[in-house]
């Protein structure tokens, strides 16, 4: 073979090499090197661990239970969608708040887990927004107010979306709810029965107002 031709093909096999070869370290202006603040971060902080960590890390978000500041709010009861609720909404009674504004607890009956519900009351009409941990909004509820007390209309979801019709009512003592269509019978009624002497077994009646 001829020696001419042998020491060309060795040059292009070591020219080959070298573009495979990997860059030094601190090597610079080479073709296909990304500048700083282009390049993908090493180490810990490579694809947002640091974030994940921090997030695991975070104690985990502990169930509400009922705040006993809202027992002595009024009481409604009633259903929304399918469900039975349990509902105590009042005023709120802060230096800094509304007098229109409101807020409380519900929770579905036969299930311990409470969610806040805080909003206005403007006249007749109820606008009020629900969290299941205190800090998320995971829903909007639009009502009105009946001449009874009672008020009704539907909760969504925080983007609007699936509206779920409810119906409450202020409770009154001794009376359970009624049993929905198909279901089981109402659970017994969170209120005391009223006293025998009671007049139409209204005496302990809540004003929803």
């Not at 009633?78 to 708040?97: F, H, N």
């Not at 009502?143 to 909760?155: H, L, M, Q, T």
């Not at 929905?180 to 009646?205: D, F, H, I």
Request: hydrophobic share 35%; glycine share 12%; aromatic share 4%.
């Amino acid at each position: 073979m001829n020696r001419s031709i042998t020491l060309a093909c060795l040059a292009a096999a070591l020219a080959v090499a070298g573009c495979n070869s990997p860059m030094q370290p601190g090597a610079s202006g080479a073709a296909g090197v990304l500048p700083p603040d282009q390049r993908e971060p090493i180490g810990a902080d490579a694809h947002g661990a640091q974030e994940a960590i921090a997030a695991l890390a975070a104690p985990p978000v502990k169930p509400l239970t009922p705040n006993p500041e809202y027992a002595k709010f009024p009481h409604y009861i009633g259903t929304l969608g399918d469900k039975q609720i349990d509902m105590k909404l009042g005023a709120k009674s802060g230096p800094e708040d509304d007098p229109s504004g409101v807020h409380g607890e519900y929770q579905f009956i036969g299930n311990p887990a409470v969610f806040l519900v805080a909003g206005d009351r403007d006249g007749d009409t109820l606008e009020i927004e629900e969290s299941n941990d205190g800090t998320h909004i995971t829903g909007n509820w639009v009502g009105k107010f009946a001449a009874d007390g009672s008020v009704s209309g539907e909760r969504m979801n925080p983007d609007d979306s699936n509206p779920q019709p409810f119906d409450l009512r202020p409770a009154i003592a001794g009376r359970t709810l009624p049993p929905l269509s198909g279901s089981k019978p109402a659970a017994p009624s969170l209120e005391p029965a009223p006293p025998r002497n009671s007049v139409g077994g209204t005496s302990n009646v809540i004003i929803g107002e």
